[in-house]
């Protein structure tokens, strides 16, 4: 996975976990305020009830259908269910019941929100309504000078709080949805821009390991990534130098071992050859360089072989040795030598012969 997408997932996975944490915490607020507010409602309207049934029993006395057509012209204005309780806790009337409702409903002197107001004035609950099955939210006041009405009290359904908590949360929901699209977006843009140097940088040395030096760098800059390309082409720069040191060097010994006329031969531990200039396989009739090519399977002469065998087993120079050729009638002395490591250990070992064919000759002549 590229760095440019593990950021983006957790960049991706952050905003998701915010968003719904903090969803979750508004919604949670926002449904209590819904529902403070609702609260807050019918305790004004339960007030205004009140004012009106003062002004009303100040000038006659209230009769039992006038208090039933007004908690149902309330009740439907108002969306509440409105119900006017005597003292000792009979109903006189209710929004949500008829006349022979009226008379089936029980004495609500017990209720928790009736007998608080009693108590206190203010009394308020949430419960399952025993009349109409339904739950509501509850407020009731006590009033005074208003016979035979003693408590007021209205009665919001909770599923039309709930109801209007689930509107106002899915919008909010809706909306942080798209605001999480967008921030997504923007943060793929981020990364994508934070990355793409990084990436570019990781292509160049990549590219670098495998052998391609002129591939283009990004710009330099002063962040984390320019400071990486900076290094990344300081390190080209020394692999350059170090390539052209090793192939000025190697030209050099190109050019030394063109100029030898003896046959040199370098063979590794491993008894590859390394390396055979042309003498020397013109000394036995090798036709394509045989550089990684095991000794034995080049040069058929067991003298050779046993000469660097024993270099590279001992790490010393084996004895000097004459091998002639009746073939061609030429005579060569093989010499070795071993080539060691910085550790002081046999790394190959190089082999020289050095043609006296001529000194042979010459020395035959004298003994004649």
Same mark, same amino acid.
């Given at each position: 996975?590229?760095?440019?997408?593990?950021?983006?997932?957790?960049?991706?996975?952050?905003?998701?976990?915010?968003?719904?944490?903090?969803?979750?915490?508004?919604? $949670?607020?926002?449904?209590? %305020?819904?529902?403070?507010? =609702?609260?807050? $409602?019918?305790? %004004?309207? !339960?007030?205004?009830?009140?004012?009106?049934?003062?002004?009303?029993?100040?000038?006659?006395?209230?009769?039992?259908?006038?208090?039933?057509?007004?908690?149902?012209?309330?009740?439907?204005?108002?969306?509440?269910?409105?119900?006017?309780?005597?003292?000792?806790?009979?109903?006189?009337?209710?929004?949500?019941?008829?006349?022979?409702?009226?008379? @089936?409903?029980?004495?609500?002197?017990?209720? *928790?929100?009736?007998?608080?107001?009693?108590?206190?004035?203010?009394?308020?609950?949430?419960?399952?309504? /025993?009349?109409?099955?339904?739950? =509501?939210?509850?407020?009731?006041?006590?009033?005074?000078?208003?016979? *035979?009405?003693?408590?007021?009290?209205?009665?919001?359904?909770?599923?039309?709080? &709930?109801?209007?908590?689930?509107?106002?949360? !899915?919008?909010?929901?809706?909306?942080?949805?798209?605001?999480?699209?967008?921030?997504?977006?923007?943060?793929?843009?981020?990364?994508?821009?934070?990355?793409?140097?990084?990436?570019?940088?990781?292509? @160049?040395?990549?590219?670098?390991? %495998?052998?391609?030096?002129?591939?283009?760098? *990004?710009?330099?800059?002063?962040?984390?990534?320019?400071?990486? @390309?900076?290094?990344?082409?300081?390190?080209?720069?020394?692999?350059?130098?170090?390539?052209?040191?090793?192939?000025?060097?190697?030209?050099?010994?190109?050019?030394?071992?063109?100029?030898?006329?003896?046959?040199?031969?370098?063979?590794?531990?491993?008894?590859?050859?390394?390396?055979?200039?042309?003498?020397?396989? /013109?000394?036995?009739?090798?036709?394509? /360089?045989? $550089?990684?090519?095991?000794?034995?399977?080049?040069?058929?002469?067991?003298?050779?072989? $046993?000469?660097?065998?024993?270099?590279?087993?001992?790490?010393?120079?084996?004895?000097?040795?004459?091998?002639?050729?009746?073939?061609?009638?030429?005579?060569?002395?093989?010499?070795?030598?071993?080539?060691?490591?910085?550790?002081?250990?046999?790394?190959?070992?190089?082999?020289?012969?050095?043609?006296?064919?001529?000194?042979?000759?010459?020395?035959?002549?004298? &003994?004649?």
């Amino acid at each position: 996975m590229k760095i440019r997408h593990k950021l983006l997932l957790a960049f991706v996975i952050t905003a998701l976990i915010t968003s719904i944490l903090v969803t979750a915490g508004a919604g $949670r607020l926002l449904g209590t %305020a819904v529902e403070e507010r =609702y609260v807050e $409602r019918i305790q %004004a309207e !339960s007030l205004l009830m009140r004012a009106w049934l003062e002004e009303k029993a100040g000038a006659q006395r209230l009769s039992t259908p006038t208090l039933q057509e007004f908690a149902v012209t309330a009740g439907g204005r108002l969306g509440d269910r409105v119900t006017l309780i005597r003292e000792d806790g009979l109903v006189l009337a209710d929004s949500a019941q008829d006349a022979a409702g009226l008379i @089936a409903m029980d004495n609500h002197a017990g209720r *928790p929100e009736i007998a608080m107001a009693m108590r206190q004035g203010n009394g308020e609950s949430r419960r399952t309504s /025993d009349t109409t099955r339904t739950e =509501y939210y509850y407020r009731a006041i006590r009033v005074d000078g208003t016979d *035979p009405v003693r408590i007021i009290r209205v009665a919001l359904p909770t599923d039309q709080v &709930r109801r209007i908590q689930s509107r106002y949360v !899915s919008v909010m929901a809706v909306t942080t949805a798209v605001v999480l699209l967008a921030i997504c977006a923007l943060g793929y843009l981020f990364v994508r821009r934070l990355s793409k140097p990084v990436e570019e940088v990781t292509r @160049a040395a990549e590219l670098t390991a %495998a052998g391609d030096l002129d591939s283009p760098l *990004p710009p330099v800059g002063d962040d984390e990534a320019g400071r990486l @390309a900076g290094a990344v082409g300081a390190m080209r720069a020394g692999l350059l130098e170090k390539v052209d040191e090793i192939q000025a060097e190697h030209r050099l010994m190109l050019s030394m071992m063109s100029g030898i006329r003896e046959g040199l031969l370098l063979v590794d531990a491993d008894h590859r050859i390394l390396m055979a200039n042309q003498p020397l396989r /013109d000394i036995f009739d090798v036709g394509a /360089d045989p $550089r990684g090519d095991l000794l034995a399977e080049v040069v058929r002469n067991p003298a050779l072989i $046993r000469h660097v065998e024993a270099t590279l087993n001992h790490g010393t120079a084996a004895e000097d040795e004459i091998i002639r050729f009746p073939s061609t009638g030429r005579s060569f002395e093989i010499r070795t030598a071993a080539v060691l490591d910085e550790n002081g250990d046999t790394r190959a070992a190089l082999a020289l012969l050095f043609d006296i064919t001529r000194l042979e000759s010459l020395e035959g002549m004298r &003994r004649e």
